[in-house]
């Protein structure tokens, strides 16, 4: 082997200590997991209202850097004005989650109907255990469109539960 071959072979070594070293320290710091009572300040409300307790939350990572965060809680009902009015959420009239995993909504107004995948029922993103949504009988729905269809925060408040 030359020199020339044997130079360059140690640099591309080098290199990808390099790019080993640097994926291994920046990757968990910008994937960290934000504990659920931190993101729900960061997604949901800040300040956290008094009476939130029980937060739990699931987090998706999609393709092209999407996450898609999951939240359930118990709240006191004098509390949940303090979420809805910190962003311009609107009541949906019409909404459903089926079993396969779909939840759909009549996109404010405008007669057709949006969706997207929240969990799938068996396969590579089931629900966690304490996602009953299916479940949950006569719950008020609220959306808060960020910017279009892929950036939607939604709030599904069960007074019984």
């Not at 008094?50 to 509390?79: A, C, L, N, P």
């Not at 979420?83 to 909404?95: Q, R, W």
């Amino acid at each position: 082997m030359t020199q020339k071959h044997k130079g360059f072979i140690q640099i591309l070594v080098l290199f990808f200590i390099i790019m080993y070293l640097v994926v291994g320290i920046v990757t968990p710091i910008v994937n960290r997991r934000l504990p659920p009572s931190e993101a729900f300040s960061k997604f949901v409300c800040r300040p956290t209202p008094k009476s939130v307790t029980e937060i739990k939350m699931d987090r998706k990572i999609r393709w092209q850097g999407w996450h898609r965060y999951v939240f359930h809680f118990k709240i006191d009902e004098e509390d949940l004005s303090l979420i809805l009015n910190s962003k311009p959420f609107k009541e949906v009239s019409e909404f459903e989650y089926t079993d396969s995993g779909l939840l759909s909504w009549e996109y404010l107004g405008l007669g057709s109907r949006q969706g997207f995948s929240l969990y799938t029922q068996t396969g590579t993103s089931p629900a966690p255990e304490w996602f009953k949504l299916q479940n949950w009988e006569n719950p008020k729905v609220y959306l808060y469109m960020v910017s279009d269809i892929f950036r939607v925060r939604f709030l599904i408040y069960n007074k019984e539960l």
